[in-house]
């Protein structure tokens, strides 16, 4: 598994979104995913709509997926 693979799966299942992804080691990652419908949403729910992009591949292929899941407005710095 690399970063590129788990980008492309997030922006397919969350289109629209900004991603960000790194990883070195083949499983464990870190992401920022910026999408507007996070808006009104818990962290909790939004990293649940990241990982549903993802399915089976949680766990499994990818070990631990550290996220940052933020509206387009708290993306904007300022």
């Known amino acids: 598994m690399d970063a ?6 997030i922006e397919q299942g969350l289109p629209g979104a900004a ?16 999408h507007p419908d996070f808006a009104g949403k818990l962290p909790l729910a939004r990293h649940r ?15 631990a997926l550290a996220l940052r899941t933020l509206t387009p407005d ?3 710095p300022g």
């Open 74 to 76: 708290e993306h904007r």
């Open 4 to 9: 590129d693979t788990i980008r492309k799966l």
């Open 19 to 34: 991603v960000e992804v790194q990883g070195d080691d083949g499983v464990h990652f870190e992401a920022v995913v910026v």
């Open 49 to 63: 709509m990241v990982y549903a992009t993802l399915g089976t591949l949680m766990g499994n292929e990818i070990h």
